[in-house]
């Protein structure tokens, strides 16, 4: 079975730091993108960023470039979101997901990934 488990969201103040984690099973995990994405109640769901294991490119969205870095950790099958100087506009449940489809400009938009895993909140205060 496909599976995916986020991990690692909590409450930190302004400035703080958090590492989600998302680990998968049931795929080939050097044959899928896995994104980051985020969403808070009345609007869409967001991407953040985007590790092709494919080809090794990673993608941003522009609110995070320069503070958050996704990685992958091959020996556990996981990918992992390091977000430094967090702050209150970043709150928002977090959520990975993966798909075996080719993944460029549309990185970002959740229709193109096939499976999701349960969020994790992330609130930051101010």
């Known amino acids: 079975d496909v599976q995916l488990q986020a991990s690692g969201g909590g409450l930190v103040e302004a400035g703080g730091s958090l590492r989600l984690s998302c680990a998968v099973s049931?795929?080939?995990?050097?044959?899928?993108?896995i994104g980051w994405f985020r969403q808070v109640p009345g609007k869409e769901r967001a991407g953040v960023a985007c590790?092709?294991?494919?080809?090794?490119?990673?993608y941003y969205a522009d609110s995070v470039k320069g503070r958050f870095t996704i990685s992958r950790d091959n020996a556990k099958n996981t990918v992992n979101l390091q977000m430094n100087s967090l702050k209150p506009e970043d709150t928002a449940v977090y959520y990975c997901?993966?798909?075996?489809?080719?993944?460029?400009?549309?990185?970002?938009?959740?229709?193109?990934?096939?499976?999701w895993g349960q969020g994790t909140q992330v609130t930051v205060s101010s």
């Open positions: 049931g795929f080939n995990f050097d044959e899928i993108a």
């Open positions: 997901a993966a798909t075996s489809r080719i993944l460029t400009t549309n990185w970002g938009r959740p229709e193109w990934y096939d499976y």
């Open positions: 590790i092709n294991n494919l080809d090794g490119k990673i």
